[in-house]
């Protein structure tokens, strides 16, 4: 059954694909939002230090756990820790997967609609207040968002069913150069709009009397979302890793890619969004309301290179977002495949049903269903709630008391020196790190938050 698992071809083959699935939607339009929620330069502080002292060794911990185990999220734990109860952090991770792809697959098809809408030129000689409305009217229709959506959900179906490698290998290495350049390109234009230091000061100038416990919780959780962590995502595509893969040095260009792009969406949104009037707390909507304005204000003398632009924001916007849902989709197909005897096709048919069923419910929850709550929540936004905020913190604190303290030192040793062939200076700090910084800060933040600490 393992011959037709993926395989990375190379190196940079498997260091693109993981970036792939962490640099997405939670980048450029997650980010931004939970950052303006949270008061800006704080959070961004608080998420870096998350990043660093609880993302990359916990995803050098899922990267090692993966390719040792060389099997699905579940499987992986089954096979490391057999006849224990360890597998159902990996099942926990397997819902999470499910729960993440229905409503991030609604997001995916709003950047469809975007596309669309690039290409006909709508954005040309609007108001930022007709932005808002347009947003507001198109992703409360009951019908327009749903047909985005299901149209993603097939495109990531097809690619599942067709074979991830080549297909990732080939989109990565061309898309995340262009998005850089892009994202670079927009960022230069979003900084000199009249108004933008504000923006800028927003991001640069923290203000701690804001911080409280939801803050720490909101940064912990971007992190773990953006890195792709907590739900063994990194871990199944670990298990695709060769044997030469450095498991250290593949972590650090992942998790420096994916910081880098949030911080650069950053500054192409709160720059522009101070300099229209948008507040930088509105939300999902954050990122679609202020764009079409950089397009155009930034170029007012230029409108070819607005609408050049804009299309081609779009369509990265989604390719990102599509090797993100690729990866997510590919956690709960190779579960299903490999734990219950499916073939990919029928175990992947599954998994898009299943999506396309929850993601209407998500979407409807944003208009028609406003009314329907659930501890006091929409679906979209408890369905967001539940996985960034609970389920990935704590499956990450799993993973890090699995690999600090579970599993044999020596497989852990071996996983990240390659065999003794590579030098590892900070392994013992990375073992102090799994074993007591991570639970510890995971489960302090935890309970804070529950307000058991006040
Ligand atoms: N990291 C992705 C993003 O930032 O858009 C989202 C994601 C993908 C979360 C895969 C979790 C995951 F397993």
């Known amino acids: 059954m393992k011959n037709d698992r993926a395989n990375f071809g190379s190196k940079l083959g498997a260091i693109l694909a993981s970036a792939g699935s962490a640099v997405g939607l939670g980048n450029i339009w997650r980010f931004p939002y939970e950052t303006g929620n949270h008061g800006g330069a704080a959070f961004i502080l608080i998420y870096l230090g998350c990043i660093i002292a609880l993302g990359l060794p916990i995803m050098v911990a899922e990267f090692l756990i993966g390719r040792?185990?060389?099997?699905?999220?579940?499987?992986?734990?089954?096979?490391?820790?057999?006849?224990?109860?360890?597998?159902?952090?990996?099942?926990?991770?397997?819902?999470?997967?499910?729960?993440?792809?229905?409503?991030?697959?609604?997001?995916?098809?709003?950047?469809?609609?975007?596309?669309?809408?690039?290409?006909?030129?709508?954005?040309?000689?609007?108001?930022?207040?007709?932005f808002i409305s347009s947003f507001q009217?198109?992703?409360?229709?009951?019908?327009?968002?749903?047909?985005?959506?299901?149209?993603?959900?097939?495109?990531?179906?097809?690619?599942?069913?067709?074979?991830?490698?080549?297909?990732?290998?080939?989109?990565?290495?061309?898309?995340?150069?262009?998005?850089?350049?892009?994202?670079?390109?927009?960022?230069?234009?979003?900084?000199?709009?009249?108004?933008?230091?504000?923006?800028?000061e927003f991001l640069l100038k923290p203000d701690f009397s804001k911080v409280d416990a939801s803050v720490f919780l909101g940064a912990m959780g971007q992190a773990f979302f953006s890195l792709s962590l907590g739900m063994g995502c990194l871990c199944t595509y670990?298990?695709?890793?060769?044997?030469?893969?450095?498991?250290?040095?593949?972590?650090?260009?992942?998790?420096?890619?994916?910081?880098?792009?949030?911080?650069?969406?950053?500054?192409?949104?709160?720059?522009?969004?101070?300099?229209?009037?948008?507040?930088?707390?509105?939300?999902?909507?954050?990122?679609?309301?202020?764009l079409p304005n950089v397009f155009q204000q930034a170029f007012t003398g230029a409108p070819l290179l607005a609408y050049i632009f804009s299309i081609m924001f779009y369509i990265l916007l989604a390719v990102a977002a599509l090797t993100s849902t690729i990866s997510l989709h590919e956690v709960v197909t190779a579960y299903l495949h490999e734990e219950f005897n499916l073939t990919r096709g029928k175990a992947a048919k599954l998994v898009t049903g299943c999506c396309i069923f929850f993601g209407i419910l998500c979407s409807l929850s944003l208009g028609i269903?406003?009314?329907?709550t659930l501890f006091g929540l929409g679906l979209f936004d408890l369905f967001d709630f539940v996985t960034a905020k609970i389920m990935l913190p704590l499956g990450g604190l799993f993973i890090s008391i699995f690999t600090g303290w579970y599993l044999d030192k020596k497989i852990v040793w071996k996983?990240?020196?390659?065999?003794?062939?590579?030098?590892?200076?900070?392994?013992?700090?990375?073992?102090?790190?799994?074993?007591?910084?991570a639970p510890i800060a995971i489960s302090i933040i935890f309970i804070n938050e529950l307000g058991l600490l006040n």
């Open 369 to 372: 269903g406003k009314g329907y």
């Open 68 to 130: 040792r185990s060389k099997a699905n999220t579940a499987g992986a734990f089954q096979r490391l820790a057999p006849l224990t109860h360890w597998r159902w952090v990996g099942r926990m991770g397997v819902l999470a997967g499910l729960l993440i792809l229905s409503y991030y697959s609604v997001v995916a098809g709003w950047t469809l609609e975007y596309i669309g809408e690039a290409v006909s030129n709508s954005f040309a000689g609007e108001s930022p207040t007709d």
């Open 415 to 437: 996983e990240i020196s390659n065999n003794g062939s590579l030098k590892t200076p900070f392994y013992k700090f990375f073992i102090f790190i799994l074993k007591f910084i």
């Open 137 to 200: 009217d198109f992703s409360s229709n009951p019908w327009k968002p749903v047909l985005w959506l299901i149209v993603f959900l097939l495109i990531t179906h097809f690619i599942i069913v067709k074979g991830v490698e080549k297909g990732i290998e080939k989109s990565s290495k061309i898309m995340m150069p262009m998005l850089f350049i892009l994202l670079l390109v927009l960022a230069g234009c979003s900084i000199s709009l009249p108004g933008a230091e504000k923006g800028i």
């Open 238 to 290: 670990a298990s695709y890793f060769g044997p030469k893969t450095n498991l250290t040095k593949t972590a650090l260009s992942v998790g420096a890619i994916d910081t880098f792009v949030a911080i650069l969406a950053g500054f192409i949104i709160f720059p522009a969004a101070f300099s229209v009037g948008i507040k930088p707390d509105a939300g999902p909507s954050l990122i679609f309301i202020t």
